[in-house]
């Protein structure tokens, strides 16, 4: 019996795992911070074995309360990922399997990998529609890049959308992708007619060192990148650092910032009311928005979701309060479970990668209903 978490985004700490029957483990901390959640790893075992798994020390980690009700992932393939019933006690979080293979990958959520990324970016770089544009360089000295899809020009809709600042919300590039796939699909009406009113500029990873290094939450030096857009520095967040400066080049007239929540099964949005600058306009860009999604799918709801900021009280160290300010722009958080959508549960595989894939296409319906509005 093995257990290894030596590639990419790979996180786990073995503390006994003498017997298949008791395998207890613990999550490393983010570098140089005290957030820990995510996980990644791979166990090898004799096959038809039940293997009982253990994950200690959890009423300590970065969010509680995401380990109730939730079921860890798992894969045999690494491309088809199911859940594993599991059982949370407060701090201790268990689940079984009898190995169907000799190896077996478990995850908090379904890894988007570093080569996948690339990837991403070298296949969109081919199309006519799309340039693909270097930013600059993180900590650890991968690159910060960004896609701009559609051509520029002085009447068109500037959109922005970022993903994955928290690189253990793989989630949100997952759903990134599903954005760009429809955004490059020429036979697509929608994309084809959005791309005619905007440009687009999508960086489908934020934090693309903490993804590598099985971060939950942080970069290589322990920033939390959703509180750096105030005053980012090269030094400690460049990867903010760059993007803000790209948006100040070209402008602002939507910005989605794409996450995922850990304890809230649901699909659902957080605006920018208590951001100075909010006004009768961009309140009724926001319910406009979420109007239009919520007629697009399901999948959405306005029901759940974060408390709203009381008026000039927001964080403006956040992404959406920080750039919504400064260009005075519709500016939204759209936030996806971890678990599963309680609205529509899947008890197999819970909140997937087709899933978030869809939801992305389906993004662009209601930015298509609200372009029209973005400057008048």
């Known amino acids: 019996m093995q257990i290894s978490s030596l590639f990419d985004s790979g996180n786990i700490r073995v503390i006994r795992a003498e017997q298949p029957d008791d395998i207890m483990l613990a999550i490393n901390k983010d570098n140089q911070s005290d957030f820990y959640q995510w996980f990644h790893f791979r166990l090898t075992g004799e096959v038809n074995r039940l293997h009982t798994l253990h994950i200690s020390d959890l009423a300590s980690s970065a969010y509680p309360k995401g380990w109730e009700g939730y079921n860890v992932l798992a894969s045999y393939d690494r491309q088809t990922w199911f859940r594993v019933d599991s059982e949370f006690n407060g701090d201790i979080l268990t689940f079984s399997i009898a190995l169907e293979q000799p190896q077996v990958y478990f995850a908090y ?52 959308i970022t993903a994955r600042q928290h690189p253990g919300e793989s989630m949100a ?60 520095t090269p030094e400690r967040s460049p990867e903010v650092y760059c993007v803000l400066n790209a948006m100040h080049e070209v402008g602002v007239d939507m910005y989605l910032d794409l996450h995922g929540d850990e304890a809230l099964p649901y699909n659902f949005v957080a605006g920018s009311e208590g951001i100075p600058a909010y006004n009768d306009k961009l309140k009724a860009l926001e319910n406009q928005f979420k109007d239009a999604l919520l007629m697009a799918t399901p999948e959405f709801q306005d029901e759940f979701g974060y408390a709203k900021d009381k008026p000039r009280q927001a964080d403006l160290t956040i992404a959406s309060n920080a750039v919504g300010q400064a260009f005075e722009c519709l500016a939204y958080t759209i936030e996806m479970p971890f678990k599963d959508n309680n609205n529509l549960p899947d008890p197999l595989f819970g909140w997937s990668v087709q899933r978030c894939q869809q939801f992305g296409e389906d993004i662009l319906v209601a930015a298509y209903n609200v372009v029209g509005s973005l400057r008048t």
């Open 173 to 232: 590039q997952w759903c990134a992708e599903g954005i760009i796939a429809r955004l490059l699909d020429e036979q697509d009406g929608l994309s084809r007619a959005l791309l005619e009113k905007a440009v687009f500029y999508i960086v489908p990873n934020m934090n693309p060192d903490g993804s590598a290094r099985g971060h939950l939450r942080t970069n290589a030096v322990g920033a939390n990148l959703n509180r750096e857009w105030k005053t980012p």
């Open 109 to 160: 959520f379904i890894p988007y990998s570093y080569e996948r990324h690339l990837d991403l970016l070298a296949d969109a770089q081919c199309s006519p529609l799309c340039e693909l544009k270097y930013l600059g360089d993180t900590l650890d000295g991968r690159d910060m890049s960004m896609l701009v899809i559609g051509e520029q020009g002085e009447d068109k809709r500037n959109i922005w």
